[in-house]
């Protein structure tokens, strides 16, 4: 087992997969509520809590520095909304002016009271996942990386605080409004939910740094918004995401010889990248592939209706060939012959040699499409 836990590409990519997992756990109610960007003021913010617990307690790492930082998380919100609701700027100015003052009181008490201590904005912001597997704890007789216990401890409470209120966590980011009317006080989980937001950011700050947490908790669950409308397929596929952008990240990042954590936050992109490239429903090639089935489907009631038109006239052997849709309805050759096939695929019109005849369905089809300009009030326009 110890060789497990001595084995640094195995504990690198453990300690990405592991914060990975415990972002994409929350992340999913963020962004649907619209608060997605909340994870970078928090992330920013967090500097000032950990400096403050520092120089409270002396400890730079554990339980106590996760618990105590991720206060200034909360705080961040609090403050945010205050100066929201006094209604002199709006949500996103707020945001704007409340973070960027903790961050900034946090970096100024970095620089005036820790210099010589293991905490600074670099290690903050950026991290190091590469140096993870150095930097020990004993667990049980075993010499494990304190980033892989920690984020592991935090991966277990966001797992167990998702698991337990699910439905609450449901209910309030959808309806919050319900939410209430039931008393399952949507503001104080929206509360717990960003604690545990700031706390998993400040157990990842040493090993991908805050910043690059904001990729993990954002982008796997918009990639998996793109992907599904259910809500709890939509958390699975952004474990998955993240598990596969810390995998895919590390050994890329060995490969070419550039940050790890930097990859692994990229791989995310990539990902959703893919996603609004190929996802089935939302997805760039899906849409114009709806788009041009669409404009297939139009052409061919087009055609029903030009046939419907002309089914009882005297041109009816000129306009009602297959030679008209492109003479008469300007169709190149190609879109001709596709339009015809899906009339004939879905039995709306039968060729007789060149000669072209709706059937039941397709005369019907065509009759709803002209009735509202032949008829008004039951009586013909004249």
């Known amino acids: 087992m110890q060789a497990l836990f001595d084995n640094p590409a195995l504990m690198i990519v453990a300690t990405g ?6 972002a994409a756990l929350i992340g999913p109610f963020l962004v649907l509520r619209q608060n997605a960007m909340l994870s970078d003021a928090i992330s920013h913010s967090i500097v000032f809590g ?14 106590v520095q996760i618990a105590g930082a991720a206060l200034t998380g909360v705080l961040t919100v609090f403050l945010t909304e205050a100066l929201a609701r006094s209604g002199r700027v709006k949500d996103d100015a707020a945001i704007g002016l409340v973070f960027p003052m903790l961050f900034s009181a946090g970096v100024l008490l ?10 600074d904005a670099h290690a903050v912001l950026l991290g190091e996942i590469g140096f993870v597997w150095l930097d020990t704890i004993e667990v049980a007789g075993y010499q494990m990386p304190q980033a892989l216990v920690w984020m592991g401890a935090m991966t277990l409470v966001n797992a167990a605080f998702v698991t337990l209120f699910w439905k609450e ?18 503001r104080l989980l929206f509360y717990a939910l960003l604690f545990l937001t700031s706390g998993t950011a400040v157990a ?13 908790v954002i982008v796997p669950p918009a990639t998996a918004y793109l992907l599904t409308d259910r809500l709890v397929t939509m958390v699975l596929i952004g474990i998955g995401v993240a598990a596969v952008s810390s995998i895919a990240g590390y050994f890329l990042a060995v490969a070419w010889d550039v940050s790890i954590g930097g990859m692994m936050a990229l791989m ?25 089935r669409q404009a297939l489907e139009n052409e061919a009631r087009a055609l029903v209706v030009h046939l419907a038109t002309h089914e009882r006239t ?19 050759n190609e879109r001709a012959r596709q339009v015809l096939l899906r009339g004939l695929d879905h039995g709306l019109v039968l ?20 009735q509202p300009w032949l008829y008004e009030a039951g009586r013909p326009v004249t």
């Not at 950990?50 to 339980?63: E, F, M, Q, R």
């Not at 966590?169 to 949507?186: S, Y």
């Not at 990842?204 to 993990?216: C, H, K, R, T, Y």
Request: aromatic letters at 8%; glycine letters at 10%; proline letters at 3%.
């Open 169 to 186: 966590l449901k209910l309030a980011t959808f309806d919050p409004v319900l939410a209430q009317a039931f008393g399952l006080r949507p």
């Open 268 to 292: 995310t992109g990539v990902c959703l990248v893919l996603a609004c490239l190929f996802g089935p429903r939302y997805g760039l090639v899906a849409g114009l592939q709806r788009r041009a």
């Open 314 to 332: 005297e041109d009816r052997a000129e306009e009602n060939v297959a030679t008209a849709m492109r003479t008469h309805l300007g169709w190149t």
């Open 204 to 216: 990842a700050f040493d090993a991908v740094g805050a910043i690059l947490f904001i990729a993990f």
């Open 17 to 22: 997969l592991l914060v990975g997992t415990a």
């Open 351 to 370: 060729r007789e040699g060149e000669m072209l005849r709706l059937t039941d369905k397709g005369r019907a089809e065509a009759e709803a499409l002209l």
């Open 110 to 119: 970095l620089n005036l009271y820790a210099r010589d201590v293991h905490i």
């Open 50 to 63: 950990i400096v403050t617990v520092w120089l409270l307690t002396g400890i730079a790492s554990g339980p």
